[in-house]
């Protein structure tokens, strides 16, 4: 899309400011969709319901980019009263505008001397240009079938080429990457796997809330938050010299610096028209292990094998996102704080994502009502072979009121937590069930348990969603509990019967089956009284109508369900 009627500056010389330029997509509370200029964003802040990315993981860095300027802007928060301050003024980012007013020079794309996100001058020593799928995730490399802009970007406007800017610090993939002049991590023209950008480490987590305004506010953490390390010297790289070629690891100052790491070295080439091309090299590795105590927006997991190999207690990695769990089965990994977790004297085996922590101090606190919603949003890439390709993005989120976050007060949290191992615990009972239904008719398990379980999942996940939404609005946590597992009960009791009706003949006449302690004629009859003992065992009796004469049996040892971990 031509641009050319727009981006000159008065001496003629191409400008996109990014700070008057439109260029973050948005999602208005009215439903419409545009662009904004970072200016824009935060003078509507609170007409926006949030930034929508070309993908979830662009929307994540364009979130800490935004944080980063917050931040800055605000110079804090220092304490809980400042963001409290903060919360209540209407016009909290009012500071904003005449901050990126002062650093406005940095935030030019197309600067010849100091561009945005970029190194001026970076070159390879044959002048090479390259395709920007290199810095466009939804290009795969060697798969360009898989995409909308088949076969290759030719061109971005600028506007976009400034969102896959920032997305590339974040997400890029690793591999080898053309070296750069100036570059002394270059052999041969080569730079080995340095790892992918920073961001694609994490099991991306923040608050959503009703607009931008609120959502920025409550990820906006307080520089005095526990076990949360942020110097005094923290700095955007806006804040820092333009980055040269090449890089090396250093340590992060503090959450300004880590929202706006940067993993990549790179120059966007560009005429009047648009973006055309792109030279893309390593810029500064990070590794992730052990960042706890500077990055936020993740979970983090201990790693026994990096424990023993570097002889060291305890080591934490981040928690990545599985895409085949949803949120709301992991949501034990966000409410449970480290002294749940944690077995007397070791170490916790996983950490909450501090933004969470910091969330729940706002409620312990008194400075969030018990019953205000947010979303737990998170966001993470998985990547696969070598991680020289982006295979999977995962993109979800759980409602819950703030209260589930409360430090003393565990009840809803618990509840909450043990309603998740009611339904693992169903779950599973109904795989049991398709197993030994296969099992009676002489056929394969594996494949109808894992489809009656991806079933029972998929129409348990909406109702688990309602109810933690509603959890906030009893004192009764208990209470809501048995009503959970009495819906828990009815749906999957009635997918059981349905397997049931299904099973055909062969499973109804059953045939012998060696057991662990002996062999047993099974079939269909006594599949079902094992699953609905089942039930009954881990659910108590919630629906007694639904329970056949004989359910208290007890079932065969090996249809014993118990909740995964």
């Not at 240009?129 to 971005?156: C, H, K, Q, W, Y």
Request: charged content about 25%.
């Amino acid at each position: 899309m031509p641009e050319t009627d727009q981006n000159g500056n008065s001496d003629g010389v191409l400008s996109f400011d990014l700070t008057t330029r439109p260029w973050i997509p948005v999602l208005r509370r009215d439903g419409t969709q545009g662009e904004l200029s970072l200016r824009e964003v935060f003078e509507q802040a609170h007409d926006l319901r949030r930034i929508v990315g070309d993908l979830p993981t662009q929307e994540f860095a364009l979130v800490r980019l935004l944080l980063a300027v917050a931040h800055e802007a605000l110079d804090g928060p220092q304490d809980t009263d400042a963001w409290s301050d903060l919360w209540a003024d209407e016009n909290c980012f009012a500071p904003v505008g005449a901050y990126l007013d002062q650093h406005r020079g940095r935030f030019d794309l197309l600067s010849a001397d100091a561009p945005f996100f970029q190194t001026a001058g970076l070159r390879t020593a044959k002048d090479e240009v390259f395709s920007l799928n290199r810095i466009v995730a939804d290009v795969p490399n060697g798969e360009p079938f898989f995409t909308a802009r088949m076969p290759t970007v030719e061109r971005l406007t600028f506007a976009e080429a400034a969102r896959w800017v920032v997305h590339a610090h974040a997400y890029d993939t690793s591999g080898i990457k053309t070296g750069v002049e100036g570059d002394e991590r270059a052999k041969g023209g080569k730079v080995y796997p340095l790892g992918v950008g920073w961001a694609g480490n994490l099991g991306g987590v923040f608050i959503e809330s009703h607009t931008l305004r609120e959502t920025l506010l409550l990820n906006l953490v307080a520089a005095d938050t526990p076990n949360l390390e942020i110097d005094e010297a923290d700095a955007p790289v806006w804040r820092r010299e333009p980055s040269g070629p090449g890089g090396a690891e250093r340590a992060p100052t503090g959450v300004r610096d880590l929202y706006t790491w940067q993993t990549r070295r790179l120059r966007l080439h560009f005429d009047e028209m648009g973006v055309h091309g792109v030279v893309l090299g390593y810029g500064d590795p990070l590794t992730a292990r052990d960042r706890q105590h500077r990055e936020p927006m993740t979970a983090w997991r201990r790693s026994k094998p990096q424990e023993k190999k570097l002889r060291k207690t305890p080591v934490y990695l981040p928690r990545e996102h599985d895409p085949e769990r949803s949120a709301w089965r992991g949501l034990g990994a966000l409410v449970a704080t480290e002294a749940v977790k944690a077995q007397g004297s070791e170490p916790a085996d996983y950490l909450r994502p501090k933004i969470l922590e910091w969330v729940a101090r706002l409620v312990t606190e008194g400075e969030l009502e018990r019953g205000f919603l947010v979303r737990a949003r998170i966001i993470g890439a998985r990547y696969g072979t070598q991680q020289s390709v982006i295979d999977e993005i995962v993109d979800d989120h759980v409602s819950m009121a703030v209260v589930l976050l409360h430090q003393q007060d565990r009840r809803y949290a618990e509840q909450a937590v043990a309603a998740v191992g009611d339904a693992d615990l169903a779950v599973n009972a109904l795989g049991d069930l398709a197993t030994n239904l296969a099992r009676a008719a002489g056929t394969e398990t594996e494949g109808p348990r894992s489809s009656a379980r991806d079933v029972a999942y998929g129409l348990l996940e909406a109702p688990y969603r309602t109810w933690l939404a509603h959890l906030a609005d009893t004192d009764d946590p208990y209470a809501q509990r048995t009503a959970w597992q009495q819906q828990v009960y009815g749906i999957v009791g009635r997918l059981g019967d349905r397997l049931m009706s299904a099973a055909g003949d062969a499973a109804w006449q059953g045939r012998i089956v060696q057991l662990k302690h002996g062999t047993e004629w099974l079939n269909s009859a006594l599949a079902g009284k094992w699953f609905r003992a089942a039930l009954y065992k881990g659910l108590g009796r919630p629906d007694s109508s639904h329970m056949p004469p004989d359910a208290d049996a007890s079932p065969a040892p090996e249809t014993i369900v118990k909740a995964p971990a």
